[in-house]
């Protein structure tokens, strides 16, 4: 396994701790981090504030890695099932997700996933 592919594994790891010091430890200092449906968070600190809502709303996190693999240029495609327990539920909403990486640090984060179903499955929506 390369070790783009391990670093990518190991972060996806992290997130079940939902320990939001170890998962920033994953980034580069130049990192851009885009949830398509929403404006890209540029930097760390960026990064670590839009991070700070999905860790912070949710008791437990799982990622489901159902696919990953690797580009000849080194760039990480992940296809998962992200889920947060939530108020007491799970939410779960399918995602793809590239990633790239620059001297064993995420440079480049985007993640393909409908907004909208997340939003339906939050506690306290219609």
């Not at 008791?59 to 889920?83: F, K, M, Y």
Request: charged share 25%; with cysteine.
């Amino acid at each position: 396994m390369s070790e783009n592919l391990e670093i990518v594994r190991r972060f996806i790891g992290a997130w079940r701790r939902n320990d939001l010091d170890e998962i920033m430890s994953f980034f580069g200092e130049d990192c851009v981090y885009h949830n398509m449906p929403i404006a890209p968070a540029r930097g760390l600190e960026a990064t670590r504030s839009m991070l700070k809502g999905f860790s912070a709303m949710a008791r437990e996190v799982e990622w489901v890695l159902h696919q990953i693999a690797e580009s000849a240029g080194g760039v990480v495609l992940t296809e998962r099932t992200d889920r947060f327990e939530i108020g007491g539920r799970w939410v779960e909403v399918p995602v793809m997700g590239s990633f790239e990486l620059r001297g064993g640090k995420i440079t480049a984060w985007r993640d393909y996933f409908d907004l909208a179903q997340f939003q339906r499955q939050l506690p306290g929506a219609g």
